[in-house]
């Protein structure tokens, strides 16, 4: 079963928006499940300290890698083969590739960043790998993190009722998809365009294929060049 492990300050977000619809059955049918892990509970002192001030000076806070490695280590122990993830703005962008890759996997381990960051030495020490999902800067990576997750776990087999409605989505052939449209017929003046009620599967398939590809020259011209 896909196993998500998050550590964190907030765990009671969690599972929020993941737990609701196709992805909350999907964990109540047993397909994936989740858990987040408070990191203040490693903490060693009397306040229960996580973050101490930048070397170097400077705004903020940083997470203490000693804290953080030692939760990564109760979660996830070194045989543990799960990825290591940490949400960043510095990171690889999040692809629909990446999710991909991720939704046939063991599971993931995921670390939510606060203040201003994690202490380099646990990124390295613990071979994190950086994820990102946009340029834009969140205050803390617990909704990066649902992103994340939300993305992979609707991709894991089963959670999904229609399996073959994803081949077309947008990014999965490197294309945005196509407009859709529904009943009624009419709506404020505007008609469904013909060729979608006319029955002819060829020609609706050409026409969805020539909106995709005029979509995204239109709004993404970056990923034609791929
Ligand atoms: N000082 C950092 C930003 C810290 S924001 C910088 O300039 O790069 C605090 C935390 O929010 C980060 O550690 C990260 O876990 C999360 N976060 C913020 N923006 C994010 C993004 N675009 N993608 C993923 N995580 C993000």
């Given amino acids: 079963m896909f196993s998500a492990d998050i550590i964190t300050l907030f765990p009671d977000l969690f599972p929020g928006p993941l737990g609701a619809s196709v992805l909350g ?4 049918d047993g397909l994936w499940q989740l858990r987040a892990t408070q990191l203040r509970d490693f903490a060693t002192d009397r306040h229960r300290t996580v973050d101490d001030t930048p070397s170097g000076g400077g705004a903020g806070m940083v997470l203490k890698p000693d804290i953080l490695a030692k939760a990564i280590d109760a979660v996830a122990p070194v045989d543990d083969p799960r990825p290591r993830i940490l949400m960043s703005p ?4 999040l692809t629909q590739a990446r999710a991909h890759e991720l939704a046939v996997g063991p599971g993931v381990v995921v670390v939510c960043g606060r203040f201003e960051g994690v202490d380099q030495r646990v990124i390295d020490a613990r071979n ?3 994820i990102s999902i946009g340029d834009y800067v969140l205050a803390g990576g617990e909704v990066a993190a649902m992103v994340l997750l939300e993305a992979v776990v609707r991709l894991i087999p089963g959670v999904l009722g229609a399996l073959d409605s994803r081949d077309e989505e947008s990014f999965e052939n490197g294309l945005l998809e196509y407009p859709h449209y529904t ?24 026409w969805r294929q020539e909106q995709s590809l005029l979509l995204t020259r239109a709004r993404r011209p970056d990923l034609l060049k791929h």
């Fill in 25 to 28: 059955r999907g964990m109540a």
């Fill in 90 to 93: 510095r990171g690889k962008p």
């Fill in 183 to 206: 009943r009624p017929q009419t709506f404020e003046g505007v008609d469904i365009p013909p060729v979608l009620t006319s029955g002819d599967h060829g020609k609706i398939a050409k």
């Fill in 128 to 130: 994190l790998e950086e």
